[in-house]
Structures are given as structure tokens and as C-alpha cells.
């Protein structure tokens, strides 16, 4: 069965405490691999999708990484502006869109 | 460039009811996509239109149904509400769709069933 599953649920973090946010998926051919960031209120704002293991991009303070099960998305020295749910989705071979549950992330100044 | 936009942001119906959800998509944008997303289970896809077709389909009942107009535009329906029907419903556009194209959200519609 297609998954994705993202840990940590919420994460606190004091302001430049650096982390990763984790997405595992088992899909059935993977045809990219999609963060989102989400504020209160608003609909999800697209920041990276990643095609095949071994690919990097990079945001700002965030990078996102792939392998061939799961998906980081490292935060270096956040700031509290970088509070928001960080969600994951992967679309399958079969054109299926598959989102994880997200990780709240909180930054404290 | 005016972004994704849904209307109405808040409704409220009770069970049983009918309802109907707007979406205008970027200019120049052909797909929009719809998902449903709730505390529980996330972000659900519904569906995906692409010049007035459906394209793609995620795995909700019939009660849920869409289209989408010449002009881009795509509406929901949702028939016979239930009180699990209560969401935040998000559209999305994009260029073409598919993998290599971004998707650009809009605020959504809070649907509350009563």
C-alpha cells in the first residue's frame, strides 16, 4: 500500500537550533518527491521537488534531500518566521498523489 | 500575478445538503487540482482537471464530483453531505500539470457540516 509518513508530528526549536524534518514513503514507483510549507489559514506554499536519490536543492535555510526511501528537510539556523507545518508529498507511477501529515514546526525566539 | 482564488472562504450547511465550492486558477494556468484536508488525514487528493477533462481521480466516493469550464475556472459539488465532509477544501493550479510542474495553491473554503 502507497505511503508517506512524516516525524517528527512537531518539533520545537530554539531560534538558530539547526534539524531535520523526516518523510518515508513506500509507493510503487516514485515520481517525484514534493515540500510544502503551510501557514494557519493558507493553503500549502510549494518550496522543492525532488526526482531521484542522491538529488539536493537548497532555499535559503532549507535544503531537502532524497533517497531511494525517504526525504530531509534540513533547517540551519532557523528563525522564527520559519514556524510553520512542513508537508511532504510523493506522486506515484500511476499519477497518484500521495500526502504525508506534516510536521509542525515551532521557532523560539 | 493574481494567485489561486476560492470562493466562499467559510460555509457552513448541514447534513444531507448540498454543496458547491468555486475555484479561479492563475491566469494561463490549464490544471487544477482539488484536495481535501483534514486534522486526521491530511491532505487528500479528489481530483485533477485539465482543459475541461478530468484527468485524474482520487479515491472518494461519488457524492463528490467537479468540472471545469472553458475558461479554466473549476467548481466542486459535494451531494448529500455527511458530518466527515467537514474540511478544508484546497485547489491548486498549475501550467499543464503532472511531476515537473509546480503547483500553486489557493487559501481554501472551510466547510463545516452541521
Known amino acids: 500500500e502507497d505511503q508517506v509518513t512524516q516525524s517528527p508530528e512537531a518539533l520545537r526549536l530554539q531560534e538558530g537550533e539547526s534539524s531535520s524534518l523526516n518523510c518515508s514513503y513506500t509507493?510503487?514507483?516514485?515520481?517525484?518527491l514534493f515540500w510544502y510549507r503551510q501557514d494557519p489559514g493558507k493553503g500549502p506554499e510549494f518550496l522543492f521537488t525532488?526526482?531521484?536519490a542522491g538529488e539536493e536543492k537548497e532555499k535559503e535555510r532549507l535544503k531537502a534531500t532524497l533517497t531511494k526511501k525517504e526525504s530531509f528537510l534540513h533547517i540551519t539556523a532557523p528563525k522564527p518566521e520559519d514556524s510553520a507545518t512542513y508537508l511532504c508529498?510523493?506522486?506515484?507511477?500511476?499519477?497518484?498523489?500521495?500526502f504525508g501529515t506534516g510536521t509542525r514546526l515551532t521557532v523560539i525566539p | 500575478k493574481a494567485g489561486v482564488t476560492q470562493t466562499p472562504r467559510y460555509l457552513i450547511k448541514t447534513r444531507g445538503q448540498q454543496v458547491t465550492l468555486s475555484c479561479s486558477p492563475i491566469?494561463?494556468?490549464?490544471?487544477v487540482s482539488w484536495y481535501q484536508q483534514t486534522p486526521g488525514q491530511g491532505l487528500q487528493f479528489l481530483f485533477e482537471?485539465?482543459?475541461?477533462?478530468?484527468?485524474n481521480k482520487g479515491n472518494f466516493p461519488g457524492r463528490f464530483s467537479g468540472r471545469q469550464f472553458s475558461n479554466s475556472r473549476s467548481e466542486m459539488n459535494v451531494s448529500t453531505l455527511e458530518l466527515g465532509d467537514s474540511a478544508l477544501y484546497l485547489c491548486?493550479?498549475?501550467?499543464?500539470?503532472?511531476?515537473?510542474?509546480?503547483?500553486?495553491f489557493g487559501p481554501g473554503t472551510r466547510l463545516t457540516v452541521l
Open positions: 525532488l526526482y531521484s
Open positions: 509507493v510503487s514507483g516514485l515520481r517525484g
Open positions: 508529498a510523493v506522486e506515484t507511477g500511476a499519477n497518484n498523489l500521495f
Open positions: 491566469s494561463g494556468h490549464r490544471s
Open positions: 491548486a493550479s498549475s501550467l499543464a500539470g503532472g511531476v515537473t510542474d509546480t503547483q500553486y
Open positions: 482537471y485539465f482543459s475541461e477533462t478530468q484527468r
